[in-house]
């Protein structure tokens, strides 16, 4: 739906630009922005490298594993029909803890990962599950701690202080997560409980998926 609706923009500046002689300066803004966009792509590549690279020490140096137990009762909380060893549950806390970093490049794969294993616990595969939903609108909302993308961009256009927008994104996105998380548990509860609620159960002598006690970040 998106990509018609980018496609209806782009016909219709066209239109519009030759039903009064102004294809000239579409053009002259289809290559202003192509230029745009690659100085943006450039001066974003510094900075996801460098706190890329610092995720990595952090990984290395076992402070990402040290949060992922911290944020695992939170998860576990939020997540209850995810059996608890299950490996979705790793892909959780590794997504979470990107975007609070604000690595919205890095969080995705894992997001995607988590979906995938979520699905794998579905019996309805053209339905969503509650736990999925929770996923979709903790990733919307997601409390950032340092909004690195941001302060990339404010950076490439010459800000004065692109770091100040921290404490106003962290106020801005927790009080959206809060209520990502408020209107999550109302629907949980307002829903009555079907199949789609309920944890895979393992049948006796089969370990579930995780069951070894493996946490994957």
């Known amino acids: 739906m998106v990509n018609w609706i980018w496609l209806f923009f782009i016909v219709a500046?066209?239109?519009?630009?030759?039903v009064n002689g102004k294809m000239d300066t579409v053009t002259q803004a289809a290559f202003e922005g192509a230029k745009s966009?690659?100085?943006?792509?450039?001066?974003?590549?510094?900075?996801?490298?460098?706190?890329?690279?610092?995720m990595?020490?952090?990984?290395?140096?076992?402070?990402?594993?040290?949060?992922?137990?911290?944020l695992g009762p939170i998860v576990r909380m939020l997540f209850p029909d995810v059996p608890r060893n299950?490996?979705?549950?790793?892909?959780?806390?590794?997504?979470?803890?990107?975007?609070?970093?604000?690595?919205?490049?890095?969080?995705?794969?894992?997001?995607?990962?988590?979906?995938q294993e979520l699905q794998k616990l579905n019996p309805d595969k053209e339905t969503a599950t509650p736990a999925m939903?929770?996923?979709?609108?903790?990733?919307?909302?997601?409390?950032?701690?340092?909004?690195?993308?941001?302060?990339?961009?404010?950076?490439?256009y010459g800000s004065a202080n692109p770091a100040e927008i921290i404490g106003t994104t962290l106020a801005a996105t927790f009080i959206a997560t809060s209520a990502a998380i408020l209107?999550?548990?109302?629907?949980?509860?307002?829903?009555?409980?079907?199949?789609?609620?309920?944890?895979?159960?393992?049948?006796p002598g089969i370990k579930p998926p995780g069951a070894g006690g493996e946490t994957v970040v």
Request: aromatic share 6%; net charge positive; hydrophobic share 50%.
């Open 133 to 156: 939903c929770t996923l979709l609108a903790l990733n919307t909302s997601s409390i950032t701690i340092i909004p690195t993308t941001l302060i990339a961009i404010r950076m490439n």
């Open 56 to 70: 990595r020490i952090a990984e290395d140096a076992g402070l990402l594993q040290k949060l992922a137990r911290m």
């Open 86 to 115: 299950h490996p979705a549950i790793g892909y959780i806390m590794s997504n979470l803890s990107a975007n609070l970093f604000g690595l919205g490049n890095a969080a995705t794969p894992m997001g995607i990962k988590a979906m």
């Open 13 to 18: 500046s066209v239109v519009v630009a030759a």
């Open 37 to 54: 966009g690659v100085t943006v792509s450039f001066g974003l590549i510094s900075i996801m490298v460098f706190w890329l690279g610092m």
């Open 183 to 203: 209107a999550d548990r109302w629907y949980r509860r307002k829903s009555p409980p079907s199949a789609n609620t309920k944890p895979a159960i393992s049948k």
